[in-house]
C-alpha cells in the first residue's frame, strides 16, 4: 500500500463566530499537531469512507469501498480542541481518493466535511490541504501570506476540556435574537476585520486592537469561556501580561493566549 502525506492542523486566529454573520476570518496551518492514513482498521474512518462513497463527489468510489476497511487514520491532533482534527482527516481523504491529480476547490472540501460538522465552510481542510494561511470573505477562500511577527507573540492556552461546536453554535444563534448582543457583535465584526484586513495588508498588529476584541468576548461571550479560563483571563489582564481570546468554538478546548506589548 502506499505512502500517506501527513497533514497539519489548524488555527483560526481570527473570526470566530462572526464568521457566521459574514465576517472576515483567519485561518493558519498548526504544524505541532498532524494526521495521516495507515493501514489497519478503523470502524469510525470505515463509516466516513463509505458515506463519501456515496456522495455526488469527484472522488473515486471504487477505491473508496475497496479501502473502507483497510485504513485508519494517526493522528496527535486532539478532537474537540479546535485545531482542525476534521479538516485533516478531509485533506489527506481527498488526496487519497481524489478522481484526477487536481487541487481541490473549497466547495468540494465543504461537502466532505459535513459528515463531521453537517456545514462547512470548507476552511479547515483547505488550510490543512494547502498547509498555507487562508481568509475567508464573502464566501470565497483566498490563500494568503501571514508572517507570525506581524502579531504580537501567540500561543495556545489548554482548557483541559473539550468541546461540542454544534451546540455552541446552537447558544450563539440564540443570544444573536437579543438586540444588546447582536449590537456588541457588530463591534467584535468591525475589530475583527480591521486585524484580518491590516494582516492581509502585511501591516502590524498592536496589542491593543486585540484586547479590544478581548474585552468584547469577555463581556459578551460568558458562555464560552470556562470558569477556570475566566480566571486566567482576567488575572492576565489585571497583570498586563496576557491578553485571552476564543480559539474556534470556546466552550473548551484551546484558547488564544497573546502577549501584552507596552
Not at 87 to 95: P, W
Not at 120 to 137: C, I, Q, T
Request: net charge negative; aromatic share 14%; with cysteine.
Amino acid at each position: 500500500m502506499e505512502n500517506f502525506r501527513s497533514y497539519p492542523g489548524k488555527i483560526l486566529l481570527f473570526g470566530e463566530y462572526t464568521i457566521l454573520e459574514g465576517s472576515k476570518a483567519l485561518a493558519i496551518p498548526y504544524d505541532e499537531y498532524s494526521g495521516n492514513f495507515v493501514e489497519g482498521y478503523d470502524a469510525r474512518i470505515e463509516k466516513y469512507l463509505h458515506w463519501l462513497a456515496e456522495q455526488t463527489l469527484p472522488l473515486d468510489k471504487k477505491k473508496l469501498k475497496h479501502l473502507a476497511s483497510k485504513l485508519s487514520f494517526e493522528s496527535d491532533i486532539p478532537i474537540g480542541y479546535g485545531v482542525g482534527s476534521s479538516g485533516a482527516i478531509v485533506a489527506a481523504a481527498y488526496d487519497i481518493f481524489k478522481e484526477k491529480d487536481d487541487l481541490p476547490e473549497h466547495t468540494v472540501l465543504a461537502e466532505m466535511e459535513a459528515f463531521f460538522h453537517t456545514k462547512s465552510s470548507g476552511l479547515d481542510p483547505m488550510v490543512s490541504y494547502y498547509k498555507k494561511a487562508f481568509v475567508l470573505e464573502d464566501g470565497v477562500l483566498t490563500k494568503t501570506d501571514f508572517d507570525e511577527n506581524q502579531l504580537p507573540y501567540f500561543s495556545l492556552y489548554d482548557s483541559k476540556s473539550s468541546r461540542s461546536t454544534s451546540k455552541l453554535v446552537s447558544i450563539y444563534k440564540k443570544k444573536m435574537l437579543k438586540p444588546n448582543f447582536a449590537d456588541a457583535n457588530l463591534g467584535m465584526i468591525e475589530i475583527n476585520n480591521r486585524i484580518v484586513s491590516d494582516i492581509v495588508a502585511n501591516l502590524d498588529v498592536e496589542s491593543y486592537q486585540i484586547e479590544r476584541l478581548s474585552i468584547l468576548q469577555r463581556e459578551w461571550m460568558q458562555d464560552f469561556i470556562p470558569n477556570d479560563v475566566k480566571e486566567d483571563w482576567d488575572k492576565g489582564f489585571e497583570d498586563r501580561t496576557s491578553i485571552f481570546k476564543l480559539c474556534g468554538a470556546g466552550g473548551g478546548g484551546f484558547f488564544l493566549d497573546f502577549e501584552f506589548e507596552e
